[in-house]
């Protein structure tokens, strides 16, 4: 399985964008997916994760209430809706497909990742 992530770039303190990761190759619709991040010199952290009929979501503190995490299962894509960024945002945004169907906030509960997409918030 392969994720292309596409969507990253600047944005203003407040503003918003629209983090897309589609998959290919051997791609399951059976498994959930999730969004993790990595700040210059941070650890690599827990975003949102939508289980694989996409009715059920997770979601870190930081970002409750402002971000959302959504799936297409006919387009083998999930997406990662971010509203009312702030400069903590900043990171590379990775997207992943987990090894099961529910979701999980755990890094090593995933099993394939993309490459990275860069978001900065400018403050």
């Known amino acids: 399985v392969q994720l292309q992530a596409s969507g990253g770039g600047l944005v203003q303190a407040g503003g918003s964008l629209r983090l897309s990761c589609a998959a290919s190759?051997?791609?399951?619709?059976?498994?959930?997916v999730g969004w993790f991040r990595q700040a210059p010199g941070k650890e690599r952290e827990f975003v949102a994760s939508?289980?694989?009929?996409?009715?059920?979501?997770s979601y870190a503190d930081s970002v409750k209430g402002r971000f959302t995490i959504s799936r297409d299962n006919a387009k083998n894509t999930m997406y990662l809706q971010m509203n009312k960024m702030t400069h903590e945002d900043t990171a590379v945004y990775y997207c992943?497909?987990?090894?099961?169907?529910?979701?999980?906030?755990?890094?090593?509960?995933?099993?394939?990742w993309g490459q990275g997409t860069q978001v900065t918030v400018s403050s």
């Open positions: 992943a497909v987990a090894l099961g169907a529910a979701t999980t906030t755990q890094s090593s509960r995933y099993r394939y």
């Open positions: 190759g051997r791609t399951s619709s059976n498994n959930a």
């Open positions: 939508i289980n694989w009929r996409g009715d059920s979501t």
